[in-house]
């Protein structure tokens, strides 16, 4: 699925952040890859999951109160009552229900409420699933030594990732990186992202060097610049 670029990161945002990878790694044989994107899912199920909620709500209103919707139809028409077969009815009924469903999807095509109206628990599993592809794909096994570590960022969903390969991981426990995720996101929530980024690696760079300290020989094996996705 093709998910648009950013445009909340600028020139500098990323002469930041590179600046703070560069830094970071002068301690560290570790490498830190840095991905920012605007949204990690477009979650096209959501709209269809609540139009299809809205449309069985007003069946189910519609079939228990027919005497009141069929009276508000005769209102609209005149006032001119008329004997509605079943057949017609259930014609009616169809049609106000279908108007629901198409009415709230294209309601839920705009992204912002879209993302209100999706689970938190929904955005996190999203994030996190494309943070594990991206860290598959671009960081894992990637080192001589497996020593790499990817910070990942989707913008809109305020959800921030990181992700270790195998030699970090068996040292650092995943709640070790709290610190600078909480720096991240309140920076994120500020506007900041790029400073958010910057100050997470610069922590991340912290733990890393407490662990896995620079040795005599460390090529640098990742992209210490920031991308954007």
């Known amino acids: 699925m093709a998910l648009r670029k950013i445009s909340q990161m600028s020139a500098a945002d990323h002469a930041l952040v590179t600046a703070a990878v560069a830094d970071a790694e002068q301690h560290t044989s570790g490498e830190i890859v840095t991905i920012v994107t605007e949204l990690s899912d477009h979650y096209d199920d959501i ?42 009815y259930l014609a009616i009924l169809l049609v106000a229900v279908a108007l629901k469903w198409v009415g709230t999807w ?17 955005k996190l599993a999203r994030v996190r699933r494309r943070a594990m592809s991206l860290f598959k794909v671009g960081t894992e096994s990637k080192t001589m030594d497996r020593t790499g570590v990817l910070l990942y960022l989707s913008m809109k969903e305020h959800r921030a990732e990181i992700l270790a390969d195998a030699a970090i991981a068996s040292k650092v426990a995943p709640e070790v990186w709290g610190d600078a995720m909480v720096a991240l996101l309140d920076q994120v929530r500020a506007g900041n992202p790029g400073a958010g980024v910057a100050t997470a690696v610069a922590q991340m760079g912290v733990v890393l060097a407490e662990h896995f300290p620079k040795g005599c020989e460390n090529p640098n094996e990742l992209p210490d610049r920031l991308i954007e996705l």
Do not use: C, D, Q
């Open 47 to 88: 709209p269809m999951a609540w139009a299809s909620a809205v449309a069985f709500i007003a069946l189910a209103t519609y079939a228990t109160f027919p005497e009141f919707y069929i009276g508000l139809i005769n209102r609209l028409s005149g006032g001119w009552g008329h004997a509605y077969t079943m057949s017609e």
């Open 106 to 122: 294209l309601i839920l095509k705009w992204i912002p409420l879209r993302l209100a109206l999706t689970p938190k628990a929904t």
